[in-house]
């Protein structure tokens, strides 16, 4: 009984070195083993999370259709068209700064030749409407953008109805500046 | 001729697609024999490409609803997979894009049409027919902390009631009715490109919700979470989502007044009834 308390209160390893009394410490450590099971602590692995666009890039699953099904409406058309206006825009600017530095002649020359195309003045009526309805466009739009960035307007109802008014707008500007 | 004008504003709003906008004249008859276009792909095991397939199906035979035609066409075909719950809209499992609108296929009705196409919802990536994986969009869910968050240092959390008035439990009328159905955010162009990191119209609609809340402390974290170039402002008011949801809530509205709220343009009024005046659990 002391001896198998001794096997208790000692730790293992001081067991194991006591060989003359094999059959004995056997049975004292399988004693021990039944009495208090041996622990083991792993090492806490936090669980990988495999990222949403490896993991169905992995599994090669198909997008469902977006562009090519969904229902165009007014309020993602004019959006859309915004977007593209504003990138007509940024290639006039970009057109001129870079015409400015490379080309040889001045603006007026420039003027001077369209004028010697000798076009009748409906095509150059229509040729600027073209060069101004981006701008037209993006800048009633933009109003609206504005207006919708006070939180104001923006019940559905109130989005139709400024959409129209702004394309109404926007072909009232583009004429205008045609014109001039 | 004031008629005419008006029939034909009338049309011209209801095909733009605006909601409240119906024909009041125009019913056309439509032969209950229709033909329903459904978007099939088998898996990935099967190494088949995704397709069309045609079912012919008689409405008069099932249910109004688009969700009664789809389990129709299931006892037709059984290899037809797709998501449903409740059939009342209010588990938001039954999300698809009919006729190239997101809607709850369970309280949309079958459309007066000779051709019906449905699609898994948008820009998703599909495991099985109309089955689409949803990961990422519950996982921006989570990353707002859909949850009250008070600065409670007593640890007294849950022993007491939280008072609100009716004008601050009103705010959150439009901002809890939503299902987390998808319909808005796979709508979104923006959520679209974006995904993984626009939170999308769903989810901005639940952090306006939490921020608006006024039993709720921990607005300025919650909005500094939200302060950079992709969790809310890659949205520019597309608007689809509005259109979008089968609800009928407007994520697009909560989320301008959520942007205000961000840059600090607005503040978050005080509580306008203590929140803990009834802590104590008298009255």
């Known amino acids: 009984m002391a001896f198998y ?58 997008m469902s259709p977006h562009l090519t099904i969904y229902k165009p409406q007014l309020t993602s058309l004019l959006s859309v068209t915004h977007r593209a206006a504003g990138m007509l825009l940024s290639g006039y600017i970009t057109a001129l700064g870079v015409g ?40 009633a739009n933009g109003m609206r953008h504005l207006y919708w960035d006070t939180a104001k307007g923006l019940t559905i109802k109130e989005v139709y109805s400024t959409g129209y008014a702004m394309l109404a707008g926007a072909v009232a500007i583009t004429i205008f500046l045609a014109a001039l | ?27 056309k008859t439509v032969d209950p024999r229709r033909t329903f276009k459904v978007y099939r792909f088998d898996g990935i095991i099967t190494k088949a490409q995704p397709q069309m397939k045609n079912y012919d199906l008689d409405v008069s035979t099932c249910g109004k609803m688009v969700l009664d035609a789809l389990i129709k066409i299931k006892d037709m075909d059984p290899t037809l997979a797709f998501r449903r719950s409740c059939r009342e809209g209010i588990c938001g499992s ?14 949309t009705e079958i459309p007066p049409d000779k051709t019906i196409t449905i699609y898994p919802i948008p820009h998703m990536y599909v495991i099985r027919d109309l089955v689409v994986d949803m990961t990422h969009f519950f996982n921006g869910y989570d990353s707002i902390r859909p949850y009250l968050i008070r600065h409670d240092r007593s640890k007294s959390l849950g022993k007491h009631q939280y008072a609100q008035s009716v004008e601050d439990n009103a705010k959150l009328v439009g901002l809890y009715e939503c299902v987390l159905c998808a319909c808005c955010s796979t709508s979104c162009p923006s959520y679209w490109w974006n995904g993984r990191r626009f939170l999308g119209p ?4 639940h952090a306006y919700r939490w921020v608006v809340d006024s039993r709720d402390e921990d607005t300025e974290a919650r909005l500094y979470d939200l302060k950079d170039d992709f969790a809310v402002f890659r949205c ?10 089968p609800k009928g809530l407007t994520p697009h509205v909560y989320i301008a007044l959520l942007k205000r709220l961000i840059s600090k343009i607005d503040k978050k009024p005080r509580p306008s009834l203590e929140t803990l005046k009834y802590a104590s659990g008298n009255k």
């Open chain 1, 5 to 62: 308390c001794c096997a208790r209160l000692s730790n293992k390893s001081v067991m194991g070195t006591l060989t003359k009394f094999n059959t004995v410490i056997r049975t004292a450590q399988y004693a021990q083993s039944a009495a208090v099971p041996k622990i083991t602590f792993k090492q806490y692995e936090e669980p990988k999370v495999e990222p949403y666009d490896d993991k169905n890039a992995r599994l090669q699953r198909p």
């Open chain 1, 100 to 139: 400015a530095l490379v080309l040889p002649h001045d603006v007026a020359h420039y003027v001077t030749m369209i004028e010697g195309l000798n076009l009748s003045p409906a095509t150059i009526f229509l040729a600027k409407a073209m060069l101004a309805a981006p701008f037209g466009y993006h800048f």
């Open chain 2, 1 to 27: 001729m004031n008629t005419a004008r008006k029939d034909v504003c009338r049309l011209l709003r209801f095909y733009s697609g605006a909601p409240g906008a119906k024909p009041k004249k125009v019913q």
């Open chain 2, 94 to 107: 039954c999300a698809i894009n009919l006729q190239g609108k997101n809607c709850l296929a369970c309280i």
């Open chain 2, 202 to 205: 769903a989810t901005l609609l």
């Open chain 2, 236 to 245: 520019h008011t597309i608007m689809n989502c509005s259109l979008a949801c």
